[in-house]
């Protein structure tokens, strides 16, 4: 007789999964946690597929083989975020979000776990099954978002500083020119950061004109990393010529008008499938 | 007959109460998930509670009364993370950590996913039930830990900023005095950015005198905020003498020894239970 019942194997389960998305973990982890035999644990899996499919969970992925096992994936479809992603459109509308100098007020979502978490998982989807070794950021505010990222993928994160106040070794800095301000910035990763030659993901929470992104691209260039992709929460429609090509948002601002309080954004087009 | 069985709703119920800890949810929400009876839904929360607390995955607490309902609080005993902490304590004391200038490199573990969600749980632990409004710490390398004691105590996260570079509106900025340095340094934060009169939780990642902590502390007293108490991941033992009395830390680092290679650090009292 078994130690546990199955709906206590799977709940378990279901925990240990949720906990460690994107992770290889094999049938016997769960034979020797739960005493089971084989077949045993092959069926708590092959139930559990079924019940994360039908919630609209993820989805469970088995890769076979001697380093095999099964990982999780914890959004399959976009279509289950996009009720989530409407309401954030009608949240993002609130013209009190307006700050005097063009800037828009995001800080009470992309600083909220439950929002943060979510769109953590709907940038790192594209991206799931690309074998990314690290997330790349750069201070300040969209460290939360690639946080959350790093954590649906499964990788570490690394945090680009905008300054020289490394404390991490010797580093490498970059100057570039920040697109719509045109002012030359500088940014610094430490050696030791980023192993060379990794696959990375570029996420931030705001794109202008990209020159954030391509300062970071030119950064990791000095890593020898591929830069897969790029994914930011926001990008602006103008100005339309961008210095970036290769990314994602999830929202495009497309006007924001200061003296008739307007905000007029849009959800991307690859979440809406159109 | 009920739509779902047993086993599956119990998966799903695990998974909604993972990604939501310390948040209310009522008997109704499941009642109308799945399409059960009140009697029925009572039934499978009594069950989770046993296996949570059996597999020592935090524990499910019913609030009674109108607006109540049951929450998940993912770490209920500090016991279950001892094994982590020490794993953890013997990565610390590597000496290739030792960066010149007396820093400690940590950037792979407080960076790592994995890590940073359980050092996350650690810090909010005793704050779970302290009914707290806002985690608040202040850039850049506390961030990640800070996201997760937020998302682990299900509050919004708030970022000081260490410069003026604040694009959220009008702000309110402090001088203070680096404990170690006795530097003059500034911190800022927008007004909107907290709600008068919260209760807040500070966080950092590496507290020295404590120079920090008390500049946020400080900065808390402009937005008539209660600081309930402040975590850091690591607390050095010299000066014996900090600038602040109310902090918790998971590790002490007594010694770094650049010359002999040492790094002598050890796991707070109050996680080893002594």
């Known amino acids: 007789m078994n130690k546990y019942k199955r709906y206590e194997r799977l709940a378990a ?28 644990a092959s069926e708590d899996i092959d139930i559990l597929k079924d019940v994360i499919e039908k919630f ?47 800037f828009l ?26 074998n990314i070794d690290a997330v790349v950021t750069v201070e300040t505010k969209g460290i939360p978002i690639a946080m959350m990222c790093a954590r649906a993928l499964n990788v570490p994160l690394v945090i680009i500083r905008k300054d020289s106040r490394v404390t991490e070794g010797s580093f490498v800095s970059i100057n570039y020119v920040s697109g719509s301000q045109r002012h030359i910035r500088s940014m610094s990763l430490s050696r030791r950061s980023l192993k060379k030659g990794s696959k990375v993901l570029l996420i931030d929470d705001f794109m202008k004109a990209g020159g954030t992104i391509r300062g970071m691209m030119e950064l990791m260039e000095e890593f020898d990393a591929e830069v897969v992709g790029a994914g930011v929460m926001i990008s602006t429609q103008k100005p339309e010529e961008k210095l970036v090509n290769n990314y994602i948002s999830i929202f495009v601002l497309k006007n924001m008008d200061e003296e008739k309080n307007i905000i007029d954004i849009e959800i991307s087009d690859w979440i809406m499938g159109e």
Do not use: H, W
């Open 13 to 40: 389960i279901v925990k240990i999964f949720n906990d460690n998305p994107n992770t290889l973990i094999n049938l016997e982890y769960f034979m020797n946690l739960f005493g089971i035999a084989k077949s045993t």
């Open 105 to 130: 007020y995001t800080a009470d979502l992309i600083y909220s776990p439950s929002v943060v978490s979510k769109i953590g998982e709907i940038l790192s989807y594209p991206f799931q099954e690309k």
């Open 56 to 102: 609209n969970f993820g989805k469970l992925i088995t890769v076979p083989g001697a380093g095999g096992g099964i990982k999780y994936l914890s959004i399959s479809n976009i279509d289950s975020y996009r009720s989530f992603v409407k309401e954030m459109c009608e949240k993002l509308k609130d013209a009190s979000r307006i700050i005097p100098g063009g």
